[in-house]
């Protein structure tokens, strides 16, 4: 998924919200990028003031960085402001049902400063959503409409070898 819109292998990559065992930084450094350096970010005020002073390609929100809309869009706000233009933000949300378990994070509205490149919506045991999204340019972007497509292959999103595992949703272009 970060491969579809990243041109080289991020030499550094922010996790925004490990929790007690960053299992998710373990396993994305452990089998899909070997050679990229986290950086594990969570609430301890010192490491969040490091973040600060650096330069990330790829940022990394977990799912429970913010524990309400209201809260999580005030930490994509945060992270629009800092980022680097070109960056990508990659971040979990929930869609359906799975909202009780996760705040939604609504592309059209909670990601001004983003331009949003893909959404996957699982449909089955994984919970979590992604979107991709890319740190726009100084005055650049309008949120263009998100349309539909089915994506089953996407390598890492498909532990079980299930068919149809993920809905891809992608943005397309306007003329």
Known sequence: ???????????????VGLGLLPLTSIMLATLYLRHTC??????DPLANAKARDLDY???????LVGMDQ????????????FMAPGAILLLRSAHGARAFLYPVVDPSSDLKGFEVLSIFHPTD?????????????????????????????VEGFNPFNHGNVIEELTINEQA
């Open 1 to 15: 998924m970060l491969t579809t819109h990243c041109t080289q292998v991020p030499t550094q990559l922010a996790f």
């Open 38 to 43: 986290f950086h594990n970010y969570d609430m």
């Open 57 to 63: 390609n790829v940022v990394f929100l977990a799912a």
């Open 70 to 81: 209201k809260e999580k869009a005030r930490v994509i706000n945060h992270l629009a402001k």
């Open 125 to 153: 045991e994984v919970i979590n959503s992604f979107i991709v999204a890319c740190k726009y340019s100084v005055n650049q972007g309008i949120y263009s409409p998100v349309l539909a497509s089915k994506c089953s292959g």
